[in-house]
Each structure stands twice: as structure tokens, then as C-alpha cells.
């Protein structure tokens, strides 16, 4: 148990069978907890003599396997941290995620970058199948036109030298908010550098998950004092006297156990979910020994089996021990983080995610401003028509006026941020063009140039590479169609289609039956209908104004 996570739950697990039973002294069955550390290793299990699994496993590793454990020996297994989206409930059916679901999480996130109007995010993950969600969430966020601009994956075993060329990139590059969901070992690390690298200031804003925020004030102190811009997200957990007498005793127990921490860890929604999950286990058993005899039978015959099962020759029987997975799904009751409920894919049902900051941030929500030591390099192509590059003579700045510009321009003031630029010729030593305008968008695709101001032909073939704006001119917006021309002579046929005599067979019916008795009162007298064509011959005259209707009709 030498994990965070290990330590905070091992507490929380014993707690809660001590309280349950305590509570319940008329319960017949009794939970005995068997602990084991994997150490980060899934294989360390040996033997198992459990009728359920509760882990809070860190790495994709012992969390699969101790999914697939259950399948095997036919026995409920249940998280309370959150899982790779890998563990479904498909693949796994014996498996109970008991922690809110991760797609409330990425709502709530992004609802927090559209209630500031951030144009753009970072994505920081895990670079294993812990760090899918957040690849998951590019849908969101184009779904409330939130531009990606970078994807930065770290691996577990990332240095600081290759983390910090990561952030270099995105340093470079003007990125502003960074959405982070990485384990808190990493989390910390990335942290580390990020202060190295100054980017723990203004301009700057760090949304973290409930992965490293349920951890933040376990990480090393001088990260956390100097955390400017930080945003946490995390599972919202309503506040009782319940929780609070319970964290208070949690704290004494902690430092009891652990009397050589070196950093106090704090309880937070994986400790609280791994009491409630004991509370819903021990109900579960107690529920099934009350059930009919022929079911108990079952129960007992697969606890014998259970006890002789090893890891390479797990047996398999159709287990009465499944009986207690399906008292866990379908049970409800109030535990310590409030109504517990599991929904059709058994994870909690989601109470909301709360939105936590540092007390040292302090963010105006109406105008972000960007404020960076880099600039953005703007090519301005001096062959555009409209534009004219010169030099003042007395400070060799370079001046750049022209229809391209004065758009380029208005553009920047309407941002909702300070974006600092500056206009580079594309020119050559001798003053002259440097190249084409292939030659161009070729230096922008390599990054010499962050953008391109001018008059540029969009083709197929630079759209491959570069992004092009939508054309504009002075007339407003326009928009590339394909342009079609037929010189088919018979064009005017076009519009005869098959279908065509379908609608104007029944159209001449109708009108040959209702125009005679619409306009021939004394057929309608003496009741004698002739069938008539459509149109009347020219000697007869319509007098009814409903056979003219049908007529123009």
C-alpha cells in the first residue's frame, strides 16, 4: 500500500467494515478483508479464496487483469477509481465501475472553457489506454467550436528532459489553456517543469481532472504554493455531518497508520467511494443468505471451489456467487456520498462535477489577455496587389499597409485577447521576391511562418498542406463552389422526368370528372354525367368560378 491511492483507500476500506458492523450487529454474514499490493504488478496474485474483488487499481495493466480475474472465477469486481474505457461492460460483465462516469466530467469541462470563451485548448494525456478519455473529448469541444491546438501524450516513464521539449512546443506556439489528465505521479512532474518553465503565470490557465485534482494537495508543497491559474475538476460530493465527523476520525486513523508520511494526503472521492462500495458489499451478502435454500447451496459450492483456484487453472461453474453482483447493481441506499445508485452500465450515478481553483488565482471571466515574451512571425507577400511593404527610415521597422492587411488587422483588434505579431517580408537579401507563392505556403508548412498575409490562390494542392481563411473582398465574404458547364443541347429535357406522367394522368382525370359538373347545371339536374376531356372546346363557355379554379389549377 504504498501508493497514494493504496494508503487513502487500505484507511477508508477498514473504516468502513468496522462502522458497518458496528451499525448492523444483527447482520449473519461478516466481510473479511484480504489485502494485497501489487506494486504496480497485476501477476503478484497468486491464490484468491474472495467471493468479490475491490481494488483501486492505478495502471490499465491491473485493472484488466483484475477485471478478467472476475470473469474467471465468476466473481463481482468493483473499482473505485476510474478505469480505462477499455473495461467495458461488454468485455467485463462481472465488473462494477463504482465512480461517477467520465462522460459528466467532460461536460463539465467543456462548460467551464465555453463560459469563458476560450477559443482554443492543449490536451495533456497519458500516453496508455488511461489517457483515451480526453481524446474523447475533441468531439465536445468542436461541438462548441473550441479549436485543438495541440496534443502533448507523455508516457509514465517520460524524463523531465523530454516532458519540458513537450511544453517548449506549446510554449512556442502561444498555447494558453491546457487541459491535463494524467495519473498524479505524472501530473506532479509535468507540474514541476511547468514552473521551471514559467508558465505558471498570467496568461496562462491549467484545467486539471479529478485524477490529479483528488491529489493536488498531496504533491510536492512548492508546486502547490506557486499555482497560479489552476482549475480542478472534480466529483461534487455533498457536504453532511455524516462526511464530516468521518474525515476528522479518517485523519487521526491516517496518521496512525502511516506515521512516517511525508505528506499529509487528504480524504477525497476515491476513499469516500471505496467506503460506500464496502457498505453496498456487505448489504449485498447479507441479502443473498437470506435468499431460498436451493440458491444458498450454490453459494456454498462455489466458495468451496473458489478456495482451490489459482491464477493459471482458475475453474469456472456457474457460480451462486454471481447471485451478490446482482444485489450490488440493484441495491440502493444512502452511504456516505450520498444516494447510491448504479445505472445500466454500472457506474455511480453521476451527482455533477464541481469546479475547484486555487485561492491565489484570480481570472477576470469578461476578457482574457495573453501575455507572452513570444511573437507570432506574419509573412506579408509583397507581390499581393493591394499591399505595399516599406521601411521608416528612421527606426528600419517594417511598414505594411494594404487591403489583405487592414483585414488582418481588424481581425486582431476584435480578438478577445493581447496577440502580439509581427509582419515579415518574404523577400531575399537584395530586396527581390524570395520565391513563388508555392515557395511560400512550402516555408509556412514548415513553421518559419506562423501565418501568411496576402493575396494567395487557393488550389488543392496548397489546401493540402496549409489552411486557407474563407476568400473575402471589399464586397464581404465569399464562398469556393465548384463551377459546372454543360453544353448538353438537350438540357430542356431535363426537367421531363419518368415520374412526370404519373402526376399528370391522375390531374387529367380529376379534371375531366369535376369540370361537368361544376359548370353543366342541367347535367347536374337530369343527373347525366358525361366523361369530358380537361380543357372544353372553344365554344363552350365556363360559368362556374370553382371549374375555372380547376382549370387554372
Not at 484468491?48 to 463481482?76: D, M, N
Not at 467551464?112 to 495533456?124: G, K, N
Not at 468531439?139 to 473550441?146: A, C, K, T, W, Y
Not at 454500472?346 to 475547484?356: A, F, M
Amino acid at each position: 500500500m504504498t501508493s497514494w491511492t493504496g494508503k487513502i483507500g487500505h484507511t477508508s476500506i477498514s473504516m468502513a467494515i468496522s462502522d458497518f458492523y458496528s451499525k448492523h450487529t444483527h447482520y449473519k454474514t461478516r466481510l473479511v478483508l484480504h489485502t494485497k499490493d501489487s506494486r504496480g504488478d497485476g501477476w503478484l496474485m497468486e491464490n484468491i479464496k474472495v467471493q468479490a474483488i475491490l481494488f483501486g487499481a492505478e495502471t490499465p495493466t491491473e485493472a484488466k487483469f483484475l477485471a478478467g480475474l472476475g470473469i474467471r472465477a465468476e466473481v463481482p469486481t468493483i473499482s473505485f477509481l476510474p478505469t480505462c474505457q477499455a473495461i467495458s461492460l461488454v468485455r467485463y460483465p462481472h465488473f462494477v465501475q463504482f465512480t461517477g462516469d467520465e462522460i459528466s466530467q467532460v461536460k463539465a469541462i467543456t462548460s467551464l472553457v465555453e463560459a469563458y470563451s476560450w477559443r482554443s485548448v492543449t490536451l495533456v494525456y497519458e500516453d496508455n489506454d488511461h489517457g483515451e478519455e480526453l481524446p474523447s473529448m475533441i468531439g465536445s469541444f468542436l461541438d462548441i467550436d473550441v479549436r485543438i491546438t495541440h496534443r502533448i501524450a507523455t508516457k509514465a516513464d517520460s524524463t523531465d528532459e523530454q516532458i519540458a521539449k513537450q511544453l517548449h512546443v506549446a510554449f512556442t506556439s502561444q498555447a494558453g489553456v491546457f487541459v491535463v489528465h494524467l495519473s498524479p505521479s505524472l501530473a506532479s512532474l509535468l507540474l514541476l517543469n511547468v514552473k521551471k518553465l514559467g508558465m505558471m503565470s498570467e496568461g496562462y490557465v491549467w484545467i486539471v481532472t479529478n485524477k490529479t485534482m483528488n491529489f493536488l494537495h498531496s504533491m510536492d508543497s512548492s508546486i502547490v504554493e506557486d499555482m497560479q491559474g489552476i482549475l480542478g475538476v472534480r466529483p461534487y460530493i455533498s457536504p453532511s455531518e455524516e462526511l464530516k465527523n468521518f474525515t476528522s476520525r479518517w485523519r487521526r486513523k491516517f496518521l496512525l497508520e502511516n506515521p512516517n508520511v511525508e505528506e499529509m494526503l487528504e480524504l477525497n472521492a476515491y476513499g469516500i467511494w471505496s467506503y460506500d462500495a464496502i457498505s453496498a458489499l456487505a448489504m449485498a451478502a447479507e441479502r443473498v443468505r437470506s435468499l431460498p435454500v436451493s440458491l444458498i447451496s450454490k453459494v456454498q459450492r462455489t466458495s468451496s471451489r473458489l478456495s482451490m483456484m489459482e491464477i493459471g487453472t482458475i475453474q469456472t461453474s456457474q457460480s451462486g456467487t454471481l447471485l451478490i453482483l446482482k444485489e450490488i447493481v440493484q441495491g440502493k441506499f444512502k452511504g456516505l456520498s450520498g444516494e447510491i445508485k448504479l445505472d445500466r452500465s454500472r457506474n455511480l450515478v453521476s451527482k455533477g462535477y464541481e469546479i475547484r481553483r486555487e485561492e491565489n488565482w484570480i481570472l477576470d471571466s469578461s476578457r482574457w489577455h495573453y501575455k507572452r515574451n513570444g511573437r507570432i512571425k506574419e509573412n506579408a507577400e509583397n507581390r499581393c496587389s493591394t499591399s505595399t511593404i516599406a521601411r521608416d527610415p528612421h527606426t528600419n521597422a517594417t511598414i505594411v499597409t494594404g487591403f489583405c492587411i487592414d483585414v488582418f488587422n481588424a481581425t486582431v483588434n476584435a480578438l478577445d485577447y493581447d496577440l502580439q505579431y509581427d509582419f515579415i517580408p518574404f523577400v531575399n537579401e537584395r530586396g527581390q521576391s524570395a520565391g513563388s507563392h508555392s515557395d511560400l505556403i512550402d516555408q509556412l508548412y514548415y513553421q518559419k511562418y506562423d501565418a501568411v498575409v496576402g493575396d494567395i490562390k487557393i488550389t488543392a494542392n496548397r489546401s493540402r498542406y496549409v489552411d486557407f481563411t474563407m476568400p473575402f473582398s471589399e464586397m464581404g465574404y465569399a464562398t469556393v463552389m465548384k463551377k459546372t458547364n454543360s453544353n448538353d443541347m438537350w438540357i430542356f429535357l431535363h426537367p421531363l422526368t419518368a415520374l412526370l406522367p404519373n402526376y399528370g394522368q391522375p390531374v387529367a382525370v380529376f379534371g375531366s370528372l369535376n369540370i361537368p359538373v361544376t359548370n353543366n347545371s342541367e347535367a347536374r339536374r337530369l343527373n347525366k354525367l358525361e366523361p369530358r376531356c380537361l380543357l372544353p372546346s372553344p365554344r363552350e363557355k365556363l360559368s362556374s368560378n370553382l371549374s375555372k379554379f380547376i382549370v387554372i389549377v
